[in-house]
């Protein structure tokens, strides 16, 4: 983080990115001095209400933050940024969103927990829209003009209040990461499935907290000790935080977990958490063998939608083919217990050395239609091309020899119809796991 007293004595010339959270009212104009190279600026968590009407002179700026502010409207001087891609504005009190704010370059937008009620029709024209996170918001319906939006790959409207889903959102072509929980049509299914479902419920007294093992945007995991009858055991605890975060709310993360049932490529629930102290939702899990790490990191601002390997990762085919034919039976029983991921993505698998994997964090999942079997084969298809985008990044990465080159050449065929541009080509997750399954025999 860099400071204001550094900025005005004109030490930060040259650089390319800038974060500074000063308490700022007002845009220092000493930032005008970095125009030549600066490209990333991040004024998040402050108490900014506006940008300047120049702020072109920052003639290089590619990504603009200014989360946690005090914005009412999106600035329409960011339409004006010749070199804008990515604009972040999560966590205002933005209730409106001007066409003239929609950067001619536009490829990442972020405006989640604000108060928007609807989008302009001119949103349709951002031809390189690639991500659109739009959770927390008011919204009932997309303008028909996003159809025309054909690059986009993720989109996260849930908390919102949207009746239904566009059915045009079932032919983008490459839409393949879609989060709606919260929204009145999807709360009324969320609340039909749990009623119906039986879940253990785990009192925090039986449990012995002891250390965070790690945090993420809905909650924060513990490793624990559980007193039950048959003795002490160690366990996993998630405790939401409450709040909604870019893929949806907690509520609805808890709910998709606990409805997913058993199997061995999906990380088990013991039960759901009841007694904390300060009345958080939470779950009980068991811990996690540490042989397993994650498949790959999240998205960079650069690769966008894609997720980023170390530079060294490499699979044998076998252990591709087991990871792959894992998820894909995950999918595949999520989908059929009326449940779509959301965000299946390498950075939510854990995997080890022998090809075994997990399929976790069901942060952006959502609840299947009940009675509507043309959107839950049309939403299926577009979990189906995420699935294809994972191929396609393992295959990547494998070595191939010459005695497994005929089978690496039936399952790179596979990918490509998981990718295909028209939604109706490609395979269902059963008829993946299927060839899949030839393939390993």
């Given at each position: 983080m860099h400071t204001l007293d550094a900025l005005r004595a004109g030490e930060l010339i040259g650089i390319k990115r800038l974060d500074l959270a000063a308490d700022l009212t007002e845009f220092p104009a000493e930032i005008f001095d970095l125009a030549d190279t600066l490209e990333v600026l991040n004024l998040s968590s402050n108490q900014?209400?506006?940008?300047?009407?120049?702020?072109?002179?920052?003639?290089?700026?590619?990504?603009?933050?200014?989360?946690?502010?005090?914005?009412?409207?999106?600035?329409?001087?960011?339409?004006?940024?010749?070199?804008?891609?990515?604009?972040?504005?999560?966590?205002?009190?933005?209730?409106?969103?001007?066409?003239?704010?929609?950067?001619?370059?536009?490829?990442?937008?972020?405006?989640?927990?604000?108060?928007?009620?609807?989008?302009?029709?001119?949103?349709?024209?951002?031809?390189?829209?690639?991500?659109?996170?739009?959770?927390?918001?008011?919204?009932?319906?997309?303008?028909?003009?996003?159809?025309?939006?054909?690059?986009?790959?993720l989109l996260r409207i849930a908390a919102n209040r949207f009746e239904?889903?566009?059915?045009?959102?079932?032919?983008?072509?490459?839409?393949?990461?879609?989060?709606?929980?919260?929204?009145?049509?999807?709360?009324?299914?969320?609340?039909?499935?749990?009623?119906?479902?039986?879940?253990?419920?785990?009192?925090?007294?039986?449990l012995d907290v002891q250390h965070a093992l790690g945090e993420g945007a809905s909650g924060i995991i513990y490793r624990a000790h559980r007193t039950s009858e048959f003795g002490a055991h160690p366990v996993a605890v998630k405790v939401f935080k409450g709040a909604v975060t870019s893929d949806g709310l907690p509520r609805s993360e808890k709910s998709a977990c606990l409805v997913a049932g058993e199997h061995p490529n999906l990380i088990p629930v013991h039960g759901r958490l009841h007694g904390h102290p300060a009345d958080a939702i939470g779950m009980v899990m068991p811990?996690?063998?540490?042989?397993?790490?994650?498949?790959?990191?999240?998205?960079?601002?650069?690769?966008?939608?894609?997720?980023?390997?170390?530079?060294?990762?490499?699979?044998?085919?076998?252990?591709?083919?087991?990871?792959?034919?894992?998820?894909a039976s995950a999918a595949a029983q999520l989908h059929a217990k009326g449940v779509m991921h959301g965000d299946l993505y390498a950075h939510n698998i854990l995997w080890n050395a022998k090809g075994e994997c997990l399929l976790g964090d069901f942060g952006a999942a959502s609840f299947l239609p009940t009675h509507?079997?043309?959107?839950?084969?049309?939403?299926?298809?577009?979990?189906?091309?995420?699935?294809?985008?994972?191929?396609?990044?393992?295959?990547?990465?494998?070595?191939?020899?010459?005695?497994?080159?005929?089978?690496a050449d039936v399952l790179s065929s596979l990918q490509q119809r998981c990718l295909h541009s028209h939604s109706q080509a490609r395979p269902m997750f059963k008829e993946i796991v299927e060839e899949l399954g030839v393939m390993v025999a």
């Open positions: 900014l209400s506006d940008l300047p009407k120049d702020l072109t002179r920052l003639y290089k700026l590619r990504i603009i933050f200014c989360s946690d502010n005090r914005f009412t409207h999106v600035p329409e001087v960011l339409g004006q940024c010749a070199n804008l891609e990515m604009v972040g504005f999560k966590a205002n009190q933005i209730a409106h969103l001007s066409a003239k704010a929609l950067p001619p370059k536009l490829r990442w937008l972020i405006l989640t927990d604000n108060h928007l009620q609807q989008l302009p029709a001119e949103i349709g024209a951002c031809g390189n829209l690639q991500k659109l996170m739009l959770s927390g918001n008011q919204l009932q319906e997309l303008p028909i003009e996003m159809a025309a939006c054909t690059r986009l790959e239904h889903l566009p059915e045009w959102l079932l032919g983008m072509p490459r839409l393949a990461w879609l989060a709606y929980a919260g929204n009145p049509f999807s709360d009324a299914i969320e609340k039909e499935v749990m009623a119906g479902l039986s879940v253990d419920s785990i009192d925090w007294n039986s811990l996690i063998d540490p042989s397993f790490i994650n498949l790959a990191g999240p998205p960079s601002l650069e690769s966008c939608t894609r997720d980023v390997y170390v530079p060294t990762a490499r699979f044998s085919f076998t252990q591709l083919l087991g990871i792959a034919q894992g998820i509507d079997e043309k959107f839950r084969q049309g939403l299926q298809r577009i979990e189906v091309r995420a699935f294809g985008c994972l191929l396609e990044e393992l295959l990547a990465r494998c070595d191939v020899h010459p005695n497994t080159q005929s089978i």
